[in-house]
């Protein structure tokens, strides 16, 4: 059986003081960024501002740049790759979020909270998802001294 590909859009947010936001799923052992599925007739950056909306509850995104993409499977039950049922085109937008913003997570998702940019990489579940952080992480580190 092939796994099914999918399209995916969200972003790394970034909250006061160095912070970006992460989440993780009810149920999930994950921690990721917030993201999700394209919707028909959405732009990937129109899908990522309403996934983040849904995920973190932060509505007034200021856009920074576009991050590109990377693949990788859909994450298991246990944070391993499930390799039999969806790979995922996973595109991302760096945003900044208005100062003092408060996280309010959906019910989809279990906990969502601000991580100083630099320990981000410690906590996210995925392999390919550290790595592409990797790749873009001094155009994070960059957008936050910026202010």
């Given at each position: 059986m092939e796994s099914v590909r999918t399209r995916t859009a969200g972003g790394i947010v970034l909250g006061d003081a160095g912070t970006i936001a992460l989440v993780r799923t009810t149920g999930g052992a994950a921690w990721t960024f917030p993201k999700g599925h394209i919707n028909a007739g959405e732009t990937d950056e129109e899908a990522a501002r309403r996934e983040i909306q849904e995920e973190t509850g932060i509505t007034e995104l200021e856009y920074l740049d576009d991050l590109g993409s990377f693949e990788r499977y859909r994450i298991g039950p246990r944070g391993d790759d499930d390799d039999l049922s969806e790979l995922k085109e996973v595109h991302l937008f760096l945003?900044?979020?208005?100062?003092?913003?408060?996280?309010?997570?959906?019910?989809?998702i279990g906990e969502a909270r601000w991580v100083p940019y630099r320990e981000a990489v410690q906590?996210?579940?995925?392999?390919?998802?550290?790595?592409?952080?990797g790749n873009v992480f001094e155009r994070v580190r960059e957008a936050i001294q910026r202010d």
């Open positions: 945003f900044a979020a208005p100062p003092g913003s408060a996280l309010s997570p959906s019910m989809e906590l996210l579940t995925h392999a390919k998802e550290r790595a592409w952080y």
